[in-house]
Each structure stands twice: as C-alpha cells, then as structure tokens.
C-alpha cells in the first residue's frame, strides 16, 4: 500500500510534450476546501487520504499562495504490513496558478523522506533540499534547470481541477508538465467521456480520465487506473479504480467540506450531508 496512498492520484507518463489548455473563468476551490476518501481493497479497509486547502493565504516569494495539504494514511489491518503516514504539500500561486514551495514528508514503515523544492519561476529553476530523516536538519540541496510554468505533483492535480474539459475532445491526451524526484516528469491523463456516476452522494455527473501509466509492481494491466471527478466547476475526485496484483482497489469520496461551487449532483441521497 505504500505507493498506492499518493499514487493513485499522482502519477506520471513519460516522453510526452506538455500543452497549455483553456482554463476555467472560475477557480475550482477555495481556502477551507476538505475532500476525504476512503480506500479499500476487495472488502478491506485499506487507507484514508485528505485533500485540504488551508484557510490562510500565505506569502511565498513576496507571492499570494493557497497552502494545499494531502495526507495519507494506512487504517486496519494493512497498519500491521507497513504503517503509511505521508504528506505532501504546496504553496500554489493564486494569481499564476504555479507552485512557489512544494514539500513532502514520507513515513512508510521504516523508510523516511523528507524534501523541500524551493522554485524561482523568473530564472526558470528550482532548488531541492533534502532533509535528515530524523533531525530534518538540512542534508543537501541542488539546483535544476526546469520549464516554464513547471508544476508539482500537487499543484498539477489542482491545475487539471482548473482546466476547462468544455474544450477537451473525448480522447484527447492532457498532458502537464511537472518536477518530480530530481527530474521533469510530465503528467498526462486521457479524458475519456462524461457518464452519471452512482456514489453515496447520489447521482452526480462525472468527468472520465485514464492517467497513462507502465504496468509495474502495483498495477497489474497497462493504463489500468481509472478516475472520476464531478463534471461540474469543483472537479473534485468522486471515484478512483484499479486492478492491483492483490485485487481490486477502489477509492471513493467521503466527505467534503466548503466546496467553492455546487455539486453536480442529479439524484440526491438524502443519507449522505454534504457540508
């Protein structure tokens, strides 16, 4: 379950050339937006994952930023294979859409990673400090030459929230560029179509991606993730699924709280509130 907690959401494909896309009039969130959701494999409770952007807006290099937080967590019995407690972070430019700062702390069992990217978006390179795993105490740091308006694994998921999918074909190839472990990677999802997804929200209108993926240790089938995001201003995650080697995993939307704009939900279940 180590890779599955953040990877399921951040992944990368290689050797594609990154676009610009029309975006949105209107930013998907807000400061105070919290998106929760549950994993599970098979039956099993698996992991907990928390989208929150905080309710302060912070300056990073003399920038306005919303400060942007997932964290993941292993919950029952996958806590006694390999307890996960990670969290990643960005401070996302609220006027440029770039990240400023990007951040990870990593807790996977007895592997630790803590790193910090420091970005300067007007000389197009970004600094990256690795930090002691205990002390945090600063360890090593390098520069990278990086390309214009380069986001990072957070800060990009929250830029395809932005997006305007109006002005995407079906089939059409997303691809954003992203500085990820030391090196450009782009990130490129397929907008597969529009459907009416069935969540314990009710019927909601969804948008369909197929990020490009390797098979590889996790995932046993080429391009096998399949995620759903509400077809409406939020794009927030309403489902994620995945053939793995040890079954099928399924994410799915808990809780929100503070959505910027409506949901689009056709069919209400009145069991389920949505703050």
């Known amino acids: 379950m180590k890779k599955t907690l953040l990877a399921i959401f951040l992944l990368t494909a290689f050797g594609l050339k990154a676009q610009k896309y029309e975006l949105s009039k ?7 937006e919290k998106i929760e959701l549950k994993a599970t494999v098979g039956f099993i409770r698996a992991a907990e994952a928390t989208f929150s952007v905080s309710d302060v807006i912070y ?3 003399n920038k306005p930023t919303w400060k942007i937080d997932i964290n993941a967590k292993t919950v029952g019995v996958f806590e006694f294979f390999s307890s996960v407690r990670d969290n990643w972070g960005t401070y996302y430019d609220t006027t440029s859409l770039v990240p400023q700062q990007f951040y990870r702390y990593i807790k996977e069992g007895r592997f630790r990673k803590n790193e910090i990217l420091y ?13 002691h795993k205990e002390t945090m105490k600063l360890e090593s740091q390098k520069d990278h030459a990086i ?17 305007d999918f109006d002005k995407i074909k079906e089939g059409e190839l997303i691809v954003i560029n992203t500085f990820f472990d030391d090196k450009q990677k782009p990130f490129a999802v397929k907008f597969m179509g529009r459907e009416v997804l069935k969540t314990k929200l ?8 197929v990020p490009m993926m390797k098979k590889d240790s996790l995932f046993e089938e080429d391009n096998t993730l399949k995620i759903w995001l509400s077809d409406d201003l939020n794009k927030i995650p309403l489902k994620v699924q995945a053939k793995i080697y040890v079954g099928y995993l399924n994410v799915e939307l808990k809780n929100v709280e503070n959505l910027r704009h409506p949901l689009s939900i056709i069919r209400v279940n009145y069991q389920i509130h949505v703050a």
């Open 26 to 32: 209107e930013i998907p969130f807000q400061p105070g």
């Open 59 to 61: 300056t990073i290099n």
């Open 119 to 131: 970005f300067d978006h007007d000389k197009d390179s970004v600094t990256v400090a690795k930090l």
């Open 147 to 163: 390309p214009e308006n380069v986001q990072d694994m957070v800060s990009g998921y929250y830029y395809l929230r932005s997006i």
């Open 202 to 209: 009710g019927d909601v209108n969804a948008l369909v991606l």
